[in-house]
């Protein structure tokens, strides 16, 4: 598995509040890549040396305006707003395709079941409809209706299937229609997927990927905007990962799929999508390993899927008020990456994370808790956390969206959190 | 319409006709398929209600009076009832009198069997073709099997083991069904399935090392009495959660399937079992995919304290594999042989076909359910008396066996001598064995330890180093 991790900015059009739906890459020609070598933390470790081993090809205010006092030796540039950059010969010199991200996903799922062929989709509508985020279009077809089985409405049952044809060989993936639906599955999940691995003594695993979309989307009700990484993450023996953009998409669904444990990859409603290039080669995410997104000094803000995107949003904002945010998207759920988040700790002191989960018994919970216990002496403030309050999702959409972390919050709670 | 309309109206009534009559003797003659459609009576009873619907297909006069005989009348009758209509959810005629399936059929479906309790062979039954070693080889298995469960029973009683299960009652299903199938057939069980896997090789050290968890354990110590597990053997590990394990048999069924193996798997379930939802979704799923998978249901009419009674209505559970489009067998669960030939049939009908095959089996639960019930509270002992001495289907099968000459009184001390002691010796031994390592604590969550199960891990460690007088002395580090 590569350790490394390619960053891509977001493109302009972030004008418009949380609807990464419109993020259609208008100015894909100034998109850059900065690479961070994740090798490099190790050397960091209990240094508080600002020196990051980032090569830039180029980066201009789009992906990180950074500060002036930068001593990293980058290119310094001063303005933070989107500007279209006239390189015209940019074209020649993208590589990789562009796609949305739930195309991404079905990118790799499709060299996944081609490269192995006990590879296995079971889920409703996931044959010749195409699945309802259109993930398995397209594969029925070539694959054949065994492979891409639909199945009659019965989670806990369809999920219970999935469970036993991983115990006797195959590798199936159960396509939750909404996650919220993967409620029915529960005790499938919580009594037998995460536990026959060890309570039969390791005679039986189950490589088993759960996915499916969730979050608050746009006005799809309460029943329909469930959050349900903060209810599985007890569950021993499960993963849980979060995808973000149509990069990260794809690697953690095909290390997902090659993952001996039972993974749960929770995309959201609304990133489906979103555009961005990817490279062409085959590549293959880690599971347990965070994404920097954007590397600063001042504070470590922590987020994953959804709120990734309205964290870069406010941290424009910010960046032109001064401040200087690192922006880890944690991505892996559980186990959590205290690892690169410890790093971050370590360099910046404060911590805001920012979720869509609600307020009790969230991911955020957890990982204060986490970050806490481990990194305590390093905090010079209590950790912030913004997340949804403890309601069900309303219909309405103004009231949808007062219930959705929005980026003029994170930009004043990264003010408070910095004043200390 | 354009082509011979008197002709084919006139074929359609004699076949209608022909089929109303053979439902009719049908139903008299018990067969439950058809049996309590309710078909009219007569031609006349059935005009008579005709007064009662109000438009026909082909008339454009809807009012025709009380004409019983009036040819238009009898155009319209024939002409609704050969219309025929491809709806997506059921393909069907069409009827004008408003009648019901009825809830139950007069006459419940016969049960299959071929010793009588007196192990005698029934007048006319055709029996399996068993060898002399088989069947012998299924006798000892189930006497093996009562004395260890009577043994357990009576070890978790003096404390020496937490929890026990016992299949009293149940031997004849256990070990005929195992004796009918082939070791490559997958076994999802529920918990009263031990006979199976006695049959399939799990040795009475196996039994003991899990019962107490000792290091020898293939599970490890990770999980209660009676949850056995057997990668080896193709027996899943028991899972305590009731019917789950149904919709894992259809997956794994799915897989066999798609590798086109010659296999089935096969699910033990009890008639509490049938309640929860996992049951009807299985079943459901099992035969919308037809694969092959053997729905075993252990009706002893107890779950807990619960009689069949009040868990289900229907005629058992038999019935309920046609709501399914399942095929059903009901068999006296008693009759080691009969159950034997009906999971042999069923096991070749699953795999040539591909399809689900619903066997209820029924049987009397003649011990408590587990060993945290006193079944007295809610049954009377008279009756659990009388089960067992009159129909224990050990008893039964061992008279059919001396009735062929295979077994006798010699044979039976012998066994039973042999058997207490060899389940003894092997309980006293596994009782003093270690437990499993701490180290095993941690391992198998995932496939190898995360960062912060190595954390916990060193925390335990560290807790029993600083007080190692309370750490047991039988759990090696």
């Given amino acids: 598995m590569e350790s490394t991790a390619l960053l891509q900015k977001l493109t302009a059009g972030m004008a418009f509040r949380g609807n990464p739906a419109t993020l259609l890459s208008s100015s894909s020609a100034s998109s850059h890549f900065a690479r961070v070598q994740a090798s490099a933390w190790p050397i960091m470790q209990g240094s508080r040396l600002r020196r990051l081993n980032v090569e830039a090809t180029d980066l201009n205010a789009n992906a990180f305006g950074t500060m002036p006092h930068s001593s990293t030796g980058l290119k310094i540039i001063t303005k933070a707003v989107a500007v279209k950059t006239e390189r015209g010969s940019t074209a020649t010199a993208q590589q990789g395709h562009e796609l949305l991200l739930f195309e991404a996903l079905r990118e790799g799922l499709d060299e996944e079941m081609e490269r192995d062929p006990t590879v296995c989709v079971i889920g409703e509508d996931v044959g010749h409809y195409g699945g309802s985020y259109k993930v398995t279009k397209g594969m029925a077809e070539k694959y054949g209706d065994l492979r891409l089985l639909d199945t009659p409405i019965a989670e806990n049952s369809f999920t219970g299937m999935a469970i036993g044809a991983a115990m006797s060989g195959l590798r199936p993936i159960v396509e939750g229609m909404n996650m919220g639906f993967l409620l029915l599955a529960f005790n499938q999940i919580a009594n037998n997927c995460g536990m026959l691995h060890y309570t039969s003594g390791g005679q039986f695993t189950i490589p088993i990927v759960i996915r499916g979309p969730g979050g608050v989307g746009r006005q799809l009700g309460a029943e329909h905007s469930q959050r349900l990484e903060s209810y599985f993450q007890s569950v021993p023996g499960l993963q849980m990962v ?12 095909k290390a997902a799929i090659r993952s001996e444990n039972p993974v749960i990859l929770f995309e959201h409603v609304l990133l489906y999508n979103l ?4 490279p062409d080669e085959e590549y293959v995410l880690c599971l347990e390993e965070a994404e920097l997104v954007r590397p600063g000094e001042d504070i470590t803000i922590l987020t994953y899927s959804r709120m990734r995107h309205h964290v870069l949003q406010a941290v424009k904002t910010l960046v032109s008020k001064g401040y200087d945010p690192e922006v880890i998207d944690i991505r892996s759920l559980k186990p959590f990456d205290l690892f690169t988040i410890g790093n971050s700790v370590k360099k910046t002191h404060k911590v805001l994370i920012v979720e869509e989960c609600m307020r009790t018994g969230g991911i955020g919970a957890s990982l204060r808790a986490a970050i806490m216990e481990n990194f305590f002496d390093e905090l010079d403030a209590p950790i912030g956390c913004l997340s949804s309050q403890d309601v069900p999702t309303p219909y309405a959409g103004p009231l949808e969206d007062l219930t959705v972390v929005q980026p003029p919050q994170i930009v004043f709670a990264v003010e408070q959190l910095c004043k200390h | 319409m354009p082509y011979h309309i008197g002709a084919r109206r006139a074929v359609m009534k004699s076949l209608l006709q022909s089929v109303r009559s053979n439902v009719r003797e049908a139903s008299t003659r018990n067969k439950c398929s058809w049996a309590g459609l309710g078909w009219p009576a007569s031609q006349n009873a059935m005009e008579r209600r005709y007064s009662m619907t109000s438009t026909s297909f082909l008339s454009a006069r809807r009012y025709l009076g009380s004409q019983v005989d009036h040819p238009k009348r009898q155009q319209q009758t024939e002409a609704h009832e050969k219309d025929f209509l491809h709806f997506p959810g059921a393909k069907t005629t069409f009827t004008f009198s408003l009648e019901y399936i009825k809830e139950i059929s007069e006459d419940p479906v016969p049960c299959y069997r071929l010793l009588n309790d007196h192990g005698d ?3 006319g039954a055709e029996l399996p073709e068993i060898e002399q070693s088989l069947g ?28 026990y299960v016992t299949s009293i009652g149940e031997e004849a299903i256990n070990v005929a069904s195992a004796a009918a199938l082939s070791s490559d057939d997958l076994i999802f069980p529920q918990y009263r399935e031990q006979g199976v896997l006695l049959w399939r090789g799990f040795t009475l050290k196996d039994f003991a090392s899990q019962c107490f968890a000792n290091d020898e354990d293939s599970g490890k110590g990770r999980q209660m ?22 919709p894992h048999a259809v997956g794994a069924a799915y897989s066999l399937k798609m590798a086109k193996e010659e296999a089935c798997t096969v699910a033990y379930f009890g008639d509490g079992g049938t309640s929860e939802g996992d049951f009807h979704a299985a079943m459901n799923f099992a035969s919308v995919l037809e694969v092959p998978v053997l729905f075993i249901c252990r009706n002893n009419g107890w779950a807990i304290s619960t009689p069949a009674s009040d868990q289900y209505r229907s005629d058992g559970v038999v019935v309920k594999g046609q709501a399914y489009g399942i095929r059903s067998f009901r068999v006296d669960g008693n009759d080691t042989l009969a159950m034997y030939s009906c999971v042999q049939a069923a096991r070749k009908m699953a795999i040539e076909e591909s399809r689900p095959i619903l066997i209820e089996a029924l049987t009397y639960r003649i011990g408590h359910h587990t060993t945290s019930d006193d079944s007295s509270k809610y049954r009377s002992i008279t009756e659990m008396e009388r089960w067992k001495s009159l129909r224990d289907p050990v008893i039964r099968f061992r008279k059919w066996l001396e009735g062929n000459a295979w077994w006798d009184e010699v044979a039976e001390r012998r066994l039973r001598a042999t058997a207490r002691n060899e389940v003894i010796t092997t309980m006293v031994r596994a009782e003093i064995l270690k437990k499993p390592p701490l180290s095993d604590l941690f391992k198998d969550v995932y496939d190898s330890v ?7 891990e060193a925390y335990v460690r560290s807790t029993v180093t600083r007080h190692p007088k309370d750490h047991p002395s039988d759990v090696p580090l």
């Fill in chain 1, 275 to 278: 555009k961005e290039r990817i």
């Fill in chain 2, 450 to 456: 995360p960062v912060h199960l190595q954390e916990q």
């Fill in chain 2, 136 to 163: 012998v080889k299924m006798y000892e298995t189930m006497a093996i099997l009562q004395t260890m469960d009577n043994l357990y029973y009576e070890a978790q009683r003096q404390g020496r083991i937490s929890f």
């Fill in chain 2, 121 to 123: 062979p029934i007048d």
């Fill in chain 1, 242 to 253: 979060a995808c973000s953009t149509p990069y990260n998409a794809k690697g953690l669904m």
């Fill in chain 2, 225 to 246: 009495p009676v949850h056995y597990g057997s990668k080896k053997l193709n027996y899943i590990t028991v899972s305590s959660t009731v019917g789950t394990q149904l």
